[in-house]
């Protein structure tokens, strides 16, 4: 995406590669701690580096378990799917979101809904009959879950996502699944409280909706803001219609560059 190659270019060209990654930090090769709110559109939302979902793949790397055949992560998969939306599913794996979204469109009568965490709309993913979920897991950035309500299927709807989604290698499935217990035990953890501390540091810039972000200014001079932020240490998201994340865990000194070289606001819707 061009976008977000263009972000990678540009943090490049300011600071080098990346060399080391943990919770809401980038460190680069020029020895500078970058703030990272864009968290790869939210899979690294609970936080970049070496989880329990990393130790996982490892342990299940360890069992030479890589094949074709089911283990029993696939179907502990599906119970932890079960737990977050509370509901009874069948749950099928995609390469990417398109793919998921095509998948739905083809093959069943109702429109999927996104999963989001802390969802400023305030769903009820427990009562939507589909739904998609890019798994919070930083280390993968490819694979979707399309969730349906065992009672919205057929047999014929059931055999025909069977046979577009793809079976993935144990490890990668155990840790999809302890991510999705991670966010499990994490949804409680954060609320208003640890995003409305941000405001005084935000709210010149972004309209927040939860830890969400949304551009108060112009579409058109967005791409200067992403790089005045990251001359400010910030990595923001690339793309416009897709939010930041509130820097969970971060002091609010991170934004004492971004608040002390003002960018031109009066541009700005």
């Not at 144990?170 to 501390?197: C, D, G, H, Q």
Request: net charge positive.
């Amino acid at each position: 995406m061009k976008e977000v190659d263009f972000l990678a270019s540009e943090l490049y060209k300011r600071y080098g590669a990346v060399t080391r990654a943990r919770n809401c930090f980038l460190y680069t090769k020029k020895g500078i701690r970058l703030t990272d709110m864009y968290q790869e559109a939210g899979r690294a939302i609970l936080g970049w580096g070496g989880n329990s979902a990393y130790t996982v793949l490892k342990n299940i790397l360890n069992r030479g378990i890589t094949g074709f055949f089911y283990t029993e992560q696939d179907f502990q998969l599906i119970k932890a799917v079960n737990k977050l939306l509370a509901s009874k599913n069948k749950v099928y794996i995609y390469r990417n979101l398109e793919e998921a979204k095509e998948a739905s469109k083809l093959n069943l009568s109702k429109e999927a809904v996104k999963w989001i965490p802390w969802n400023w709309e305030k769903i009820d993913y427990s009562a939507e009959a589909v739904v998609i979920i890019e798994p919070c897991l930083a280390f993968d950035l490819e694979h979707v879950l399309l969730v349906v309500k065992e009672n919205e299927l057929s047999s014929a709807q059931d055999t025909a996502l069977q046979n577009s989604s793809v079976h993935i290698a144990a490890p990668v499935v155990a840790s999809i699944t302890r991510a999705i217990y991670n966010m499990i035990a994490e949804l409680p953890l954060r609320e208003e409280k640890n995003w409305f501390l941000y405001d005084p540091e935000i709210t010149k810039y972004w309209t927040r909706k939860g830890p969400y972000l949304f551009p108060k200014m112009d579409k058109k001079y967005y791409p200067d803001f992403i790089k005045h932020c990251l001359d400010c240490e910030i990595v923001i998201s690339p793309l416009y219609d897709q939010p930041s994340i509130i820097p969970f865990g971060a002091d609010r000194g991170v934004f004492g560059k971004l608040k002390n070289n003002i960018w031109d606001i009066t541009i700005a819707k």
